[in-house]
């Protein structure tokens, strides 16, 4: 017979205000093999871990129940500490008493007899653990980086100063991301480009990155330590070992076609750059828009070409890498406003969204950073700043905040009022969020110190009038009605997770939220983490943040790379799929329902009589089976267990629930 | 009640600025001066929204309030304030406003019924000639 011990947690007031303690602990007393119970206020505690481990001792415990919170929250923990008292971590069962018990239950009675039903059933599990012992496996000391932005810059450079081997893969022609297209940065107001190009540059010559442009992440496989990532190199058209970066070939190029860069507003070469700064300064060619592969005639690039570097002929290659660990640093969408046909966008030239903004307040951009009215070239009097565009709305944008149109629509303002002498600027908003260092004395600026009118209003419609706008919408505050003539309207679009979210995700196995941003593994103590381990969260792919919380997370997510990657062997997860030779009959039911790879078939040599006869057997592969469980399901004659949660452990659950 | 690009441009709040030294477009609405002010049971605009219509332009809902004559410049609202919005100097200039633009005084003494002229006390009288008759 097992010495069990049992420990409830009240978890401050959230398990004890739901669920009788004392009767809990009274219960587990009679189940059979325990020998002990007690409980603690909060076992996670120092002195509650050193009650488990006393009592180890005392009572010569040999298994441990421990009803709290989710294993997810700290099975980890819990499993250190039987550990430190000389038992096999596996020999430690969760009882989940508050996730799935006093968190959802509201009735006391009902929620004591359930706590005392899944203690009852941990118990039973825990009669049946076996002593489990992790394999070594050593570590690929290199890492990916997806995404070239600031979060993928400044990751990939705290990676490769920390020593290590960093591939930074991105897949626009050159590194640098949004914050490439941002014109100053509030609320310092510091110049976007001034602050990045140099980490752009520092990026590219760093020995130890290595950066992959107009290229995607197309196949994930392995796990922690030592993954395989296939990365789809486009075929830039261009010979990156030739190319001096001249740009004849874009001057040339006859085919012109909207720039995305420019977000519209100006036109680029089917053969370009993104940006004069662009890192690598090399170009791509964009063969959708490109006359050669369109109409099969012109060649113009290639002719003009002085290193003989063009070459139509480039395809895709895919290359495998191993890497140790894996940085998401992918960036966002901004929000299409194809659902607000109230503020007229795309109907009327003056009508632009802020990202648009950002290029004509940039020096770089297609004015020269000069605020222009698209429609007549003429410097605006009056503009119309509308905030909250597709944000904080449940009906056809998102239900979220999207944390940073505040603050830059207080820049926009600002710089306005800067930039053309007498212009006026009027931010239309539902609440002004400015939570962050400086933040709210920058937007007090806005209006204090250069007369941003502020009306709390959410902008019911936008329509022309002769060559100006008006705008249509309530001062909440004092409740009159609000008309503006207005020379130009900004709509301060929400960010989107990028469109391709969910799929990247699931070559990562990580997961992503309702709303398709990845999800972090815990929301306050492990916010770069995710899931699966050996992949780190960095920037807006995770939600809305702004460039200072980036910087920050990429950093976080580097130090993270760089702890696993110090490692010279991580131990592997011994909870993996086992076949017993006797019971399986290898029809390699298993094999194909493996989302992993792990199983494979053998043959084996057996003795039958006096005959030795060859039989095929599965075989799991213990580096590569992640311990889902699913060929335990798929296996007919019940030949594969998952160590740790074997047949006979869950029926065993079963009849303690149900006997 | 409307606001209009014209309005926001208006000059009023850089004259009611310059005129009380305060900073109008330093209030953001948050209300603590209406909700301590102790005659605002008599008012119709509320002294948080004498600063709103202000901010608005909102120039003759301001100037026809009877809120502007109540106001007793206790100043029980701009001990209080956040953002350090001396209210009852923008009022004061807001009647000021009024004055300036009617070129006449509000109070003239001889109007004064003879019950209150002998019964006020004299330091009240001066005082509201002082702020009724600049």
Known sequence: MKRIGVFICWCGSNIAATVDIDKTVAAARTMPGVVHA??????????????????????????????????????????????????????????????????????????????????????????????????????????????????????????????????????EPSIGGRMAQLDKTFPTLDCSACILTPKMVDAAQHEKINLITYSEVDKVEGFVGNFDVTIRNKARSVDMNKCTGCGDCMAKCPAKVESEFEEGLAQRRAIY?????????????????????????????????????????????????????????????????????????????????????????????????????????????????????GSRDREKGNPYCAKVCCMYTAKHAILLSEKVPGAKAHVFYIDVRTPGKDYEEFYNRAYEEYGTSYIKGNVSKVFPDGDK????????????????????????????????????????????????FFNEAHPKLRPVDTQTAGVFLAGMCQGPKDIPETVAQ?????????????????????????VNLKYCNGDMSCMAVCPYGAISEKVIEERRGRETVKRKIAEVNTALCQGCGACTVACRPGAINLKGFTNEQILAEVDAICL | MKVTTDKLNSNLVKDVEEISGQKVSACFQCGKCTGGCPVVWAMDVFPHQVLRYAQMGLVDELLHSKTLWICASCQTCDSRCPRGVDIPKVIEALRLTIIREKGGNYLHPKDLPARVRENAPQQGLVSAFRKYAK
């Open chain 1, 38 to 171: 007690d409980h603690n206020k909060y076992t996670c505690s120092e002195m509650g871990q050193d009650m488990i481990k006393d009592a180890i001792k005392e009572h010569k415990l040999d298994r441990v129940v421990i009803g709290s919170c989710s294993p997810r929250m700290h099975e980890n923990t819990f499993r250190k500490t039987v550990e430190a008292a000389g038992l096999n971590p596996f020999y430690m069962e969760i009882a989940n008493i508050r996730e799935q018990c006093s968190w959802v239950h509201k009735d006391k009675e009902t929620s004591t007899d359930k706590a005392i039903s899944l203690v009852r059933t941990a118990v039973a599990k825990a009669a049946r653990n076996e002593a489990l012992h992790a394999d070594e496996m050593p570590v690929e000391k290199r890492a990916l980086v997806i995404g070239g932005g600031i979060a993928g810059i400044q990751a990939a450079l705290d990676i490769a100063e920390s020593g290590f081997e960093v591939d930074l893969v991105e897949r």
């Open chain 1, 273 to 389: 750059t993104p940006f004069a700064q662009a890192v690598p300064n090399k170009p791509a060619l964009d063969r959708a828009n490109c006359r050669w592969f369109t109409s099969g005639k012109c060649k113009v690039c290639q002719k003009i070409c002085p290193a003989d570097a063009i070459d139509y002929d480039q395809e895709d290659q895919l290359v495998t890498n191993k890497y140790g660990a894996i940085v998401v640093s992918t960036g966002f969408d901004t929000h299409s406003l194809d659902n607000y046909g109230e503020y007229a966008y795309g109907k009327h030239p003056d009508v632009i969204t802020s990202l648009e903004m950002e290029r004509l307040f940039n020096a770089s951009g297609p004015t020269g950073g000069k605020i222009l009215r698209p429609s007549n070239g003429e410097p605006p009097k009056n503009v119309a700043f509308i905030q909250c565009v």
């Open chain 1, 469 to 516: 706008l008006i705008v249509r919408s309530v001062d909440a505050l004092s409740g009159a009605l609000v008309e503006l003539v207005v020379d130009m309207v900004v709509l301060a679009t929400s960010v989107d997770a990028r469109s391709d979210a969910k799929e990247l995700g699931q070559k990562l196995s990580i997961t992503t939220n309702a709303h398709n």
């Open chain 1, 554 to 578: 990429a950093s976080a997510a580097a130090v993270k790379v760089a702890s696993l990657l110090n490692k010279d062997n991580l131990m592997s997860n011994p909870t993996v799929a086992e």
